[in-house]
C-alpha cells in the first residue's frame, strides 16, 4: 500500500513562486511515474506534469510550460514541483498521482495541498 502526502502550499502574489513536495510511504517508489495533478473550484481536475521512473523524461501542460519544474528525489521517496511565476488561474488544489498500472491511469493520490495566488 502507498501513501501520499503533499505539502507547500499557500498564498502568494502573483508573480511569486512556490515549491510543493509529495512524500510517499511504501516501497517501489523509483519504479512508478507520478505525476501533478490540480482542480480549480467549480472545474475538472487537470493534469500538470509527470516524471518518469527515472526522472528523465517530464512533460508539462501547455499552461505551465517554461514556469513549473517536476523533479524527484527517490533517495527520499519525494517529488517535487517548482512553481515560478505564478498567476491568479494557478489556484486551485494540488494532488499528487503515482500509477503502478495501466499508464496513464493513477491508482494513488494525495489528499491535496491548497495554493492561492492573489492578483
Given at each position: ?51 518518469s ?24 521517496n ?42
Amino acid at each position: 500500500q502507498v501513501q501520499l502526502a503533499e505539502a507547500g502550499g499557500g498564498l502568494v502574489q502573483a508573480g511569486g513562486s512556490l515549491k510543493l513536495s509529495c512524500a510517499a510511504s511504501g516501497r517501489g517508489f523509483s519504479d512508478y511515474v507520478m505525476a501533478w495533478f490540480r482542480q480549480a473550484p467549480g472545474k475538472e481536475r487537470d493534469l500538470v506534469a509527470t516524471i518518469s521512473r527515472n526522472g528523465e523524461a517530464t512533460t508539462y501542460a501547455d499552461s505551465v510550460k517554461g514556469r513549473f519544474t517536476i523533479s524527484r528525489d527517490d533517495a527520499k521517496n519525494t517529488m517535487y514541483l517548482q512553481m515560478n511565476s505564478l498567476k491568479p488561474e494557478d489556484t486551485a488544489v494540488y494532488y499528487c498521482a503515482l500509477d503502478v498500472g495501466i499508464p496513464g491511469e493513477y491508482d494513488y493520490w494525495g489528499q491535496g495541498t491548497q495554493v492561492t495566488v492573489s492578483s
